[in-house]
């Protein structure tokens, strides 16, 4: 009898151990499953216009967390990168896209300043795909989509902004004319391929 009993409080102990591991495992934070082709997701983000900003370069605080973030990412460290990205106005989603799944680091407002970053589950390829120019180039953003699905890239990097949403121009050397801008104008700071003070930049590093 005491032997039957033993063997039932180690059945019961074994069953609400698992009972236990299985509710931890089910509180894990996780990010959102969305079900759509990646193409139109890129299609979909929003981009603010031209002239719309006074400035986009960011202090490094903001730059230092947005990185921090992107790492967790990286890590699939949700408990720490889901609460860190809300506080930076991101989100993480889940895109599964067929056979492909993706996991994208976007605003969670459609504001349209800030990147979006797309990371493959299945790269093929050490190659990031970029869209430096998404609203004022047509098609690169969907270009980008196609190049990780075809060739297996690792990730992509979309633009927000309007390469000339902000009324400030940057440091850097080089001139242009493309936002109506006198001859001789440097890039704005919202050009985020001539802007290192930019979060999309800081994607890349």
């Known amino acids: 009898m005491a032997r039957c ?18 509710a931890q495992q089910a509180a894990q934070p996780a990010p959102d499953v969305a079900h ?12 603010v216009s031209a002239d719309s900003l006074a400035d986009m370069r960011l202090d490094p605080i903001s730059r230092e967390r947005f990185a921090e973030t992107l790492r967790l990412v990286l890590q699939e ?18 895109l599964e896209d067929g056979n492909f799944h993706y996991t994208l680091l976007q605003e969670d407002l459609p ?17 990031i795909a970029q869209a430096p120019h998404a609203s004022f180039e047509t098609g690169t953003s969907e270009q980008a989509a196609t190049l990780m699905g075809l060739l297996g890239f690792r990730a992509a990097i979309l633009s927000g902004a309007h390469r000339c949403a902000s009324r400030t121009f940057v440091e850097c050397r080089g001139h242009t004319t493309v936002c109506g801008d006198r001859p001789g104008s440097p890039y704005r700071t919202s050009d985020t391929a001539h802007s290192p003070q930019t979060l999309f930049h800081i994607a890349h590093l």
């Open 111 to 127: 504001r349209g300043i800030g990147p979006s970053v797309v990371i493959s589950h299945q790269p093929r390829r050490n190659v």
């Open 5 to 22: 009993a033993i063997i039932l409080f180690l059945l019961l102990t074994k069953a609400f151990g698992f009972a236990a591991a299985e």
């Open 77 to 94: 460290d949700w408990a720490r990168a889901l609460p860190l990205a809300k506080r930076i106005g991101y989100e993480v989603v889940i």
């Open 36 to 47: 759509v082709p990646l193409t139109a997701w890129m299609s979909s983000r929003p981009h």
